[in-house]
């Protein structure tokens, strides 16, 4: 895997973060073994690109205090109203030793005929695995183009490298096809609603008669 450089700034304290934010970076914090927590900023555009082009598993390399070092992103926090990132962990890494990821599933090929007569659910978005740092990939691809209605994919279907131990359970239902439903078969055009058990509104005879 290759390492992306990011480039970091020192902040001087953990405070006036939404200062931060406002100046057009993203507070954050980078921490691992063999160093003291440090808070961070990042430019925010800069974050942004990166984040677009290699995802969360990508390792990058940064420049802190004269150090170089490795990280992951461990923690991303987002406001989802503003479409903005908040706040960043970054966890030093070392390549020599394993570690957990959250990889996502991206789907692919759903372009053949037989997705007209059904319909695609995916019920797993990532799977966890846990592998040396430059095994692990920004996300697994799935093609379903040949699935069949009836016929899920399970964890045990994908294709992981061999150098990554997966720890989902093998039969977990990745994706599923369903058959489609016909709107007709939705409406209950037969009312078999008995004539009495109606509420009558309005004129009724019994209403007539009593006046």
Known sequence: M??????????????????????????????????????????????????????????????????????????????????????VDLQRVSMDHQREAHVPIRIVGKTGPQFKEGIINQQLSYID???????IPEYIELNVSDMKVGEPITVNDLLVPDTLLVENNPGEVVVSFSPARSVVEDLNTKDETPANAVPIIGNDERETKAT
């Open 2 to 87: 290759e390492l992306i450089p990011l480039d970091l700034e020192a902040r001087n304290s953990f405070g006036k973060l939404n200062k931060i934010r406002n100046s057009g970076y993203i507070p954050g914090i980078v921490y691992g073994e063999g160093m003291e927590p440090e808070p961070v900023q990042i430019k925010e555009s800069v974050f942004c690109d990166n984040m677009r082009h290699h995802g969360m598993n990508t390792i990058y390399d940064v420049h802190l205090n004269d150090q170089s070092m490795q990280t992951v992103i461990r923690d991303l926090q987002v406001d989802h109203l503003k479409n903005a990132y908040m706040h």
């Open 129 to 135: 695995v846990r592998g040396f740092p430059a095994d």
